[in-house]
């Protein structure tokens, strides 16, 4: 059975599921491309060995430069999260959604824990009070499914 490809639309629908992707100035569009793609991998939408929408796909439904997708889509290759397969387009690497969890659990850990702690420090709050309150909290989202 052959692989599809998630359509263009999909690949760049923002989270709410909408059509138009809103282009931040901040960043290069390619850049912005390639987190989206992540950002897919990480929500499990793309799969190991899944395809990815053609560059030329990608470039007409959205009116983008095919250099910019071909950039971002290249950022994806260099980083080992997708492969190229001549002829027949660029495909998620097995493991990369593992992958992308160690490293995102990594700058969590060192970039994002230490912001938590001082701010945990400096309101005075009570780690056993937060992580009972985090546990109710965990346990009526279950009671919800």
Known sequence: MPVRAPRAR????????????KWSE??????QLRDRVVEMI?????GDGDALP????????YRLNPLSVLKGYQELVDEGLVEK????????TDGARKQLLKDERRRFIDKE????LETIDRLGLDAAEL???ATQSADKGSDDD
């Open 26 to 31: 901040d960043l290069p569009i390619y850049r």
């Open 85 to 92: 397969k001549r002829g027949r387009g660029m495909f998620v």
């Open 113 to 116: 824990w230490p912001k938590v």
């Open 10 to 21: 999909a690949l760049l629908a923002d989270s709410e599921g909408s059509m138009d992707p």
């Open 42 to 46: 990480l929500e499990g939408v793309l």
């Open 54 to 61: 053609s560059v030329r796909n990608v470039a007409a439904e």
């Open 131 to 133: 992580l009972s309150r």
